[in-house]
């Protein structure tokens, strides 16, 4: 979407293409160790020489980075004035000089996060989105329709189905120890949730570009939505009882009919899904920050 509203004809030509495909994967340059949540305070600094800028710093928790050919990343171009006015949006390809990746292993066990080290990396300056000490303003966008999409509707739809029937299952053959009543109320639970965050996407999708509900309601989406499946990874969790304790074994041979779900091949993914969004409410902004964003300009606190 920023290639889309603010990059040049010469970017959309080069970049839209391989996107469109699947050709060309990107990962992202915003966090930084000590600039996470306060992202303004970033120090990965560009400094203009000639055709080129030269970036030296370092990223954090980027996601994909090791399989990643570009990056798009925030970057200092100015110390002047508040720090939000310092800051440039570049794009950088992986396979320049000077860039290291070091992987970062998460409580799941996976790699899919990691540190990313530029030293004198030179980048063109056609690599310039939009203008010099702007990049706030596009960042601000495209955190945007990140928070829309972390929001996950897809993911918890097809979790809360995927509960439900594991459960009818173990409400008929677990016997007494399991807790029926008390998992179908909190399936319910989450399932009104659920169409409360479905409303509230509806009303993001058909907002006027620009308008105060586009700009808004991605927050309460991306609130909700990752509070959502943190909820629903505790209910699967609780559920499986003792087999929701492995994590790595895929090795179960289906127990049942086949007609009835093999629940306990399922443990895996679903604690791992558990552990994966214990970091939900955190990435693309906290929820902490979410809500001082909504209760400054919703409620003018």
Same mark, same amino acid.
């Given at each position: 979407p920023v290639l889309c509203a603010f990059g040049s004809d010469e970017q959309k030509a080069e970049h839209l293409p391989h996107i469109l495909d699947g050709s060309r994967f990107w990962c992202q340059g915003y966090s930084e160790p000590g600039s996470g949540s306060d992202l303004a305070s970033l120090r990965t600094a560009a400094i203009r020489d000639g055709d080129d800028y030269v970036v030296n710093g &370092?990223?954090?928790?980027?996601?994909?980075?090791?399989?990643?050919?570009?990056i798009f990343c925030l970057v200092r171009t100015s110390t002047d004035g508040k720090p939000q006015q310092g800051i440039s949006f570049l794009l950088i390809d992986m396979n320049t000089p000077g860039i290291e990746v070091k992987p970062i292993y998460s409580i799941d066990g996976d790699h899919h996060l990691n540190e990313v080290y530029f030293t004198d990396v030179r980048v063109p300056v056609s690599n310039l989105v939009g203008n010099e000490n702007e990049g706030w303003t596009y960042a601000k966008f495209l955190l945007g329709n990140e928070r829309a999409g972390i929001a996950g509707t897809d993911i918890i739809v097809n979790g809360l189905a995927n509960l439900k029937t594991?459960?009818?299952?173990?409400?008929?053959?677990?016997?007494?120890?399991? &807790?029926a009543e008390a998992f179908a109320k909190r399936h319910a639970e989450l399932s009104v949730r659920y169409e409360a965050l479905q409303m509230l996407e509806n009303r993001a999708l058909f907002a006027e570009e620009g308008s105060g509900d586009g700009l808004i309601l991605p927050l309460p989406m991306k609130t909700l939505g990752t509070e959502l499946q943190q909820d629903m990874g505790d209910l699967a969790y609780d559920m499986l009882a003792a087999d929701s304790t492995v994590l790595f074994s895929a090795d179960f041979e289906p127990s049942v009919g086949d007609n009835e779900p093999n629940y306990r091949a399922q443990a895996p993914d679903m604690t791992h899904s558990m552990l994966f969004n214990r970091a939900s409410t955190i990435f693309g902004g906290t929820t902490e920050v979410q809500k001082g964003i909504m209760s400054k300009f919703v409620l003018g606190l």
């Open positions: &370092q990223k954090i928790w980027t996601t994909q980075a090791h399989i990643a050919d570009w594991v459960h009818g299952y173990l409400a008929e053959t677990a016997g007494d120890s399991y &807790q």
